[in-house]
């Protein structure tokens, strides 16, 4: 391959791309929580370690039907789109402790990084279907530790 090949390489005609910034984009790509986590499977929503720290149903799964935050509020029936990107949304049911109906609700899963040392969704946004008008997004809490950070759904972040 000749230098004006090696410079084109990729590119579309009369445009050039150096070869060298191709291959520093495939492997910014293939460092990535989503790239990394998809050769060990799916992404997970929060992680395992979490979950049995607070008894979290659905945490420390990939795509969940149903999950809770160790009791209420409990999601189910929930319908998955877009997983394994940097946003994961999903469309369900709030299902509240006591005699109140349940509501529609959807779910946003965010935040996609390492978590407790695979690719996972830290951050899980809400916004319920009340009366027949949506609330506001909200950020669920957990009981995770001060090191993980506020809101977040790992056990230990980063690793």
């Given at each position: 391959?000749?230098?004006?090949?090696q410079?084109?390489?990729g590119?579309?005609?009369?445009r050039?791309?150096?070869?060298s910034?191709?291959?520093a984009?495939?492997?910014m790509?293939?460092?990535?929580?989503?790239?990394q986590?998809?050769g060990?499977?799916?992404?997970?929503l929060g992680?395992?370690?979490?979950?049995?720290?607070v008894?979290a149903?659905?945490?420390?799964?990939a795509?969940?039907?149903?999950?809770?935050?160790?009791?209420?509020?409990?999601?189910?029936?929930?319908?998955?789109?877009?997983?394994?990107?940097?946003t994961?949304?999903?469309?369900?049911?709030?299902v509240?402790?006591g005699?109140?109906?349940?509501?529609?609700?959807?779910?946003?899963?965010?935040?996609?990084?390492w978590?407790?040392?695979?690719?996972a969704?830290?951050?899980i946004?809400?916004?319920?279907r009340?009366?027949?008008?949506w609330?506001r997004?909200?950020t669920?809490?957990?009981?995770?530790?001060a090191?993980?950070g506020?809101?977040s759904?790992c056990?230990?972040?980063?690793t």
């Amino acid at each position: 391959m000749d230098h004006q090949s090696q410079l084109t390489a990729g590119a579309r005609p009369g445009r050039r791309v150096p070869v060298s910034l191709l291959a520093a984009l495939l492997v910014m790509g293939l460092h990535s929580p989503a790239a990394q986590g998809a050769g060990r499977g799916s992404p997970t929503l929060g992680s395992r370690a979490l979950a049995a720290a607070v008894n979290a149903d659905g945490i420390g799964k990939a795509h969940p039907r149903e999950f809770n935050v160790g009791g209420f509020p409990a999601f189910q029936n929930l319908h998955w789109f877009g997983w394994g990107a940097p946003t994961a949304a999903a469309r369900g049911y709030d299902v509240p402790d006591g005699p109140f109906p349940r509501e529609r609700v959807s779910v946003r899963a965010t935040d996609l990084g390492w978590c407790d040392g695979k690719a996972a969704y830290r951050r899980i946004r809400v916004r319920y279907r009340v009366g027949g008008h949506w609330r506001r997004w909200e950020t669920l809490g957990t009981y995770g530790t001060a090191a993980a950070g506020p809101k977040s759904f790992c056990v230990d972040e980063g690793t």
